[in-house]
């Protein structure tokens, strides 16, 4: 109405000003603006397009009105000539001054406000009652997407003094509608039953309450239609169709019933599967990875896996732009003929190879993993194993690839690799206390990835009841371009047994030594090592049990030993830490060569293997194997203190660390030569964590324990391994790679423990991952 008095005043004016003044038209001199309170000059003057200096008529003059009127400003607008400059008098409308929400339970008043904000309403803007009746229908929209279909919104104006107003939006929510009944009409093949549990929505449950799957959502409802029509056609049902699909809402909007109609057809089987275009590769080679036989039930999910196996086996060939398009033709007898056709397109080249994401790492040291050269043909196949050895280097909490077209270029690509950097070591300066080891006064640097330059480098200065120790280590892991690794270590070490659960004596050792690693293939690796080592072994009267006391009447306390080791490796773990895929073994023996004053062999087989339950690699299952054999070498006995030991985190959680196995004279612990230990474990995304790449939780078994071959007649210990001497322990852990390294976490109970055992429900590590 408001709007109507302004346009019918100016009319009149204009009619006015004509009759006084002719002609009609006038240049304009100036604008002057009049009324304005809240709305600046700059608002007005982008919205009216006449300025200073135009010529205008009645009609000018009036659309210029009418664009003014539209900014959704002003309640009345009116135009007034004063000589040569034109007045316009404004009425603002009200201010936003106060918003109210009353009635809202389910959805809180910060975030309704927010979501007003982002609609345009909030406190302080100008009122417009069409985004008021917007924001109305939206929030009804909304609580209905919550399954609230009996929500309802009003709103009430209340005018306040100085031209402002306050919005009073009251909200019923009403109750959720739940689904009673899901109704397939039309099917014979499967039942009901079959169908419906291939649905994500489903019927009011125990567990409803947490899953909310009982709630109506129409994206839910086509993705539950999409795997209806794919469970079919995976089943030979080519023609299955879904004819219709009904959704209805009790009056009372608190029930909803959905009902599905379908046709199911004839099944299919296959008839013959044919290969055609232009074929870069042997067909023979194509055909063995195309998953569709002939005399199967047809199969749209073998078609689609044939076509991206194609796909990737011509892209592996360097023809990453290739196209592969199955046409199945259906015949009367129902029998399916499966045609390829393949489209290689022009062999592609990498332009460049871009790395981001990479603060510490070096380019080159990055480039050194990587088989997918810039200038080489592009490779799907070597691309990928670019990105699962970056992945395994543990230096990368992530690692992303993509390639991208060249613009103007239809044969090359960038490949892009974004990084995303994690700690690959572990730094500690501190007085602390450990849960084995006591008191400790430690400087410990071990970085695999020493300032981003690749090399693993290491140094120790640690004090505490177990061990003093001074040490250095380094390895280059490329010393040659084609991956012949080269380290070297040298060590000053007083180590306490009797302090670390075990017999009574101590050890003052000195060495140092040289290691090589050379590349078999993509995945193995032999290392041969040489060091020397002087070692002392110290004793005390009251404690040391017997068989040490006769190991050095027999072999003396001083010993300096040359020692090969040589080891094999096969590693085709997904990832450095925390891996989710793949399997991994390893072999070692450690011999102390003649010439030494102790001559022995030491053997260890480690073996680690994990498959992901579900695609996003987070539910996991993996099994652990460990097993160590020692023994003598010519005339010498083999040396005590290179026994093995189980109990810990290490092999047997659950129980004290180094307690299992055979006891000496004197009732502790003494290890022994043979160790046999494994574990099986669930894993699962660890709760309220966002970053799961730092963190694994875990429910796990273990079991193990050590053996003697040859047990002292001091000794309590039976000769051999017993297998139903095992231990076995149940329990949850949890690992963390913290900023100084992992921190890992088992909560555990013995299974089968004996009454000598020494048992440990809450165990903790830094420095050490499961």
């Known amino acids: 109405m408001k709007r109507g008095i302004g346009l019918l005043v100016a009319l009149l004016f204009w009619v006015t000003a004509a009759q006084a003044n002719s002609p009609s038209s006038f240049v304009i001199e100036d604008i002057r603006l009049e009324g304005l309170q809240r709305v600046s000059p700059g608002i007005v003057f982008r919205n009216f397009p006449l300025t200073a200096g135009d010529q205008v008529d009645s009609a000018e003059l009036s659309r210029a009105t009418h664009k003014l009127f539209e900014s959704g400003y002003f309640n009345d607008i009116q135009l007034l000539r004063d000589d040569s400059v034109l007045v316009l008098k404004l009425q603002e409308r009200p201010s936003v001054s106060l918003i109210r929400l009353e009635g809202n339970d389910v959805l809180e008043s910060e975030a309704l406000l927010e979501g007003l904000k982002q609609s345009g309403l909030q406190e302080g803007d100008v009122f417009k009652r069409s985004t008021l009746e917007q924001i109305k229908q ?29 919005l009073n939006i009251n909200i019923k929510e009403g109750q959720v509608a739940s689904i009673q009944h899901i109704n397939i009409v039309g099917n014979n093949v499967y039942s009901d039953e079959e169908l419906k549990d291939l ?22 409802l086509s993705g539950d239609l999409e795997r209806l029509r794919s469970y079919y056609l995976d089943s030979g049902y080519v023609n299955f169709s879904i004819d219709s699909t009904q959704v209805s809402i009790t009056p009372d909007k608190k029930h909803i019933y959905i009902t599905v109609n379908v046709t199911e057809g004839e099944q299919y089987t296959v008839r013959g599967v044919d290969l055609a275009g232009e074929m870069v590769i042997d067909e023979a080679e194509l055909q063995q990875v195309v998953l569709v036989e002939e005399g199967q039930t047809f199969s749209r999910r073998r078609i689609t896996e044939s076509q991206e196996a194609l796909v990737k086996k011509i892209g592996d060939a360097g023809y990453m732009f290739a196209n592969v398009a199955p046409a199945p033709e259906l015949h009367d007898d129902n029998t399916v003929t499966v045609k390829f056709f393949l489209d290689p397109g022009k062999r592609t080249y990498v332009r460049r190879v871009n790395i981001r994401g990479n603060t510490r790492t070096a380019d080159d040291i990055i480039r050194q993993h990587l088989v997918q050269l810039e200038a080489a043909v592009a490779s799907n196949e070597r691309i990928e194993r670019s990105k699962s050895r970056l992945e395994k280097t543990g230096y990368f909490k992530s690692v992303n690839v993509e390639t991208s077209a060249v613009p103007g270029h239809d044969d090359l690509v960038d490949v892009n690799f974004a990084v995303e950097e994690q700690q690959s070591g572990n730094f500690s300066a501190s007085i602390g206390f450990s849960q084995n080891s006591g008191l400790i006064f430690g400087l410990k640097v071990q970085q695999d990835n020493f300032l981003g330059s690749g090399k693993k480098v290491g140094i120790g ?44 004596f101590s050890t003052d050792e000195i ?7 050379y590349p078999i293939d993509e995945f193995q690796r032999l290392s041969f090592g040489l060091e020397v080592e002087q070692i002392t072994i110290n004793t ?70 994990y498959y992901p339950l579900t695609e996003d690699r987070f539910w996991v299952m993996g099994v652990k194997g460990r097993l160590g054999y020692g023994g003598e070498l010519g005339s010498n006995e083999y040396p005590f203190y290179k026994h093995f030991y189980a109990g810990g ?33 669930f894993i699962f995304p660890t709760p309220f964590v966002d970053d799961k790449q730092s963190w694994r939780t875990m429910l796990f078994v273990d079991a193990g324990n050590v053996f003697d071959t040859s047990c002292s007649s001091t000794s309590v210990c039976e000769d051999g391994v017993q297998l139903d001497e095992l231990r076995l322990s149940a329990g949850f852990g949890l690992s963390w790679l913290t900023p100084f390294g992992p921190l890992s976490i088992a909560i555990a109970a013995p299974l089968n423990d004996k009454e000598d055992d020494e048992t440990e429900v809450f165990q903790f590590a830094l420095g050490q991952s499961f």
Request: charged share 25%; no cysteine.
């Open 138 to 166: 939206d929030l009804v929209r909304l609580y209905a997407s919550q399954g609230r279909y009996g929500a309802d919104v009003n709103t009430e104006v209340e005018t306040l003094p100085g031209n402002r107003v306050a």
């Open 199 to 220: 649905f994500s929505l489903k019927l009011p449950s125990f567990w409803s309450f947490y899953k909310k799957d009982d709630r109506y959502a129409r994206q839910k």
């Open 461 to 504: 200065l640690s004090n505490s009841d177990t061990l003093t120790e001074y040490s250095y280590s380094y390895l280059d892991p490329y010393y040659t371009v084609d991956g012949v690794s080269r380290g070297f270590n040298l060590y000053y070490r007083e180590r306490d047994f009797d302090e670390d659960n075990t017999s009574a």
């Open 511 to 517: 060495g140092g030594g040289v290691n090589f690693g």
């Open 540 to 609: 005390n009267s009251t404690e040391t049990p017997d068989e040490i006391f006769q190991f050095i009447a027999d072999e003396g306390d001083k010993y300096f030993n040359y020692s090969l080791s040589a080891g094999w490796s096969d590693n085709h773990l997904n990832r450095g830490f925390f891996a989710t895929k793949g399997y991994s073994q390893s072999a070692s023996v450690e011999l102390g060569l003649p010439g030494s004053d102790l001559s022995y062999y030491r053997a260890n087989y480690n073996a680690k293997w």
């Open 649 to 681: 985190l290490k092999t047997v959680r659950g129980y004290e660390q180094n307690t299992l196995g055979p006891r000496d004279s004197k009732d502790d612990p003494f290890g022994g030569n043979v160790l046999v230990a494994g574990s099986a474990e």
